[in-house]
Protein backbone atom coordinates (compact mmCIF):
# COMPACT_ATOMS: atom_id res chain seq x y z
CA UNK A 1 0.00 0.00 0.00
CA UNK A 2 1.81 3.59 -0.83
CA UNK A 3 1.37 5.74 1.53
CA UNK A 4 0.14 9.28 -0.06
CA UNK A 5 2.14 12.22 0.77
CA UNK A 6 -0.21 15.27 1.82
CA UNK A 7 0.24 18.41 -0.17
CA UNK A 8 2.01 21.14 1.97
CA UNK A 9 -0.94 23.91 1.56
CA UNK A 10 -3.44 21.05 3.14
CA UNK A 11 -0.88 21.25 6.29
CA UNK A 12 -1.45 23.21 9.85
CA UNK A 13 1.31 23.73 12.05
CA UNK A 14 -1.34 24.79 14.95
CA UNK A 15 -1.51 23.04 17.86
CA UNK A 16 -4.28 24.75 19.06
CA UNK A 17 -6.77 28.04 18.87
CA UNK A 18 -8.38 26.12 15.47
CA UNK A 19 -10.39 28.85 13.53
CA UNK A 20 -13.13 27.89 10.05
CA UNK A 21 -9.28 28.64 7.75
CA UNK A 22 -8.16 25.54 9.10
CA UNK A 23 -11.17 23.37 8.42
CA UNK A 24 -10.05 20.96 6.24
CA UNK A 25 -6.36 21.04 6.74
CA UNK A 26 -4.20 17.93 8.33
CA UNK A 27 -1.80 17.95 11.47
CA UNK A 28 1.32 16.13 10.04
CA UNK A 29 1.64 15.30 13.92
CA UNK A 30 0.50 15.68 17.05
CA UNK A 31 1.32 13.75 20.33
CA UNK A 32 -0.98 13.38 23.57
CA UNK A 33 -0.93 11.94 26.82
CA UNK A 34 -3.10 9.37 25.11
CA UNK A 35 -0.44 8.85 21.84
CA UNK A 36 0.68 10.57 18.47
CA UNK A 37 -1.83 11.54 15.45
CA UNK A 38 -0.20 11.27 12.03
CA UNK A 39 -2.46 13.79 9.45
CA UNK A 40 -5.25 14.20 11.36
CA UNK A 41 -7.88 16.27 10.04
CA UNK A 42 -9.15 19.42 11.55
CA UNK A 43 -12.93 19.34 11.11
CA UNK A 44 -15.84 21.48 12.19
CA UNK A 45 -18.86 19.08 14.10
CA UNK A 46 -22.18 20.89 16.22
CA UNK A 47 -24.09 19.31 18.07
CA UNK A 48 -27.33 18.69 16.75
CA UNK A 49 -29.54 19.29 19.87
CA UNK A 50 -28.44 22.16 21.25
CA UNK A 51 -26.10 23.79 18.44
CA UNK A 52 -23.08 24.26 20.32
CA UNK A 53 -19.80 23.84 17.99
CA UNK A 54 -16.06 22.58 18.03
CA UNK A 55 -13.70 22.84 15.83
CA UNK A 56 -10.29 20.92 16.26
CA UNK A 57 -8.79 17.52 15.67
CA UNK A 58 -11.02 15.25 14.79
CA UNK A 59 -10.42 12.62 17.20
CA UNK A 60 -11.60 15.53 19.91
CA UNK A 61 -14.64 16.35 17.58
CA UNK A 62 -15.68 13.02 18.39
CA UNK A 63 -15.15 13.07 22.11
CA UNK A 64 -17.27 16.40 21.92
CA UNK A 65 -19.98 14.71 19.98
CA UNK A 66 -20.27 12.07 22.74
CA UNK A 67 -20.01 14.07 25.31
CA UNK A 68 -23.17 16.38 24.48
CA UNK A 69 -25.06 12.86 23.79
CA UNK A 70 -24.28 11.12 27.13
CA UNK A 71 -25.14 15.09 28.54
CA UNK A 72 -28.41 15.31 26.60
CA UNK A 73 -29.17 11.95 27.38
CA UNK A 74 -29.22 12.84 31.14
CA UNK A 75 -30.83 15.81 30.54
CA UNK A 76 -34.22 14.16 29.29
CA UNK A 77 -33.94 11.51 31.62
CA UNK A 78 -34.46 14.33 34.56
CA UNK A 79 -36.55 16.02 32.55
CA UNK A 80 -38.75 12.47 32.39
CA UNK A 81 -38.11 11.70 35.86
CA UNK A 82 -35.87 9.16 35.51
CA UNK A 83 -32.86 8.55 38.09
CA UNK A 84 -31.22 5.55 36.77
CA UNK A 85 -29.74 7.69 33.87
CA UNK A 86 -31.38 5.99 30.88
CA UNK A 87 -33.98 7.42 28.38
CA UNK A 88 -37.14 5.78 26.81
Request: hydrophobic residues 30%; negative net charge; aromatic residues 10%.
Amino acid sequence: MMKQEPIEDDMCEKMEGWTREDVGKRIPERKTPNGTYFNEPIVCVFCQFCGSEFIGPSREAGGFLGGHECLHAWELSQAMGRDDGMVE
